[in-house]
């Protein structure tokens, strides 16, 4: 092979693992965003609940 085509090859790996790692990492947040809108959501429930309990012993 010669070596412009080694150099094709190299430089195009080292894109695609670039391009994955973004891509991997963007993924790993929107699912680290989505579990916090959910557990904040569960706890606001919670809260809620928690605050009708203590009303009505009062």
Known sequence: ???AKNHR???HRSYRNKVSTAEHFQKKQLVKKSQQKV???QSNLFTK???LFKKGDK
């Open 1 to 3: 092979m010669s070596s």
């Open 9 to 11: 090859i190299r430089s």
């Open 39 to 41: 557990l904040k959501e």
């Open 49 to 51: 609940m928690m605050g």
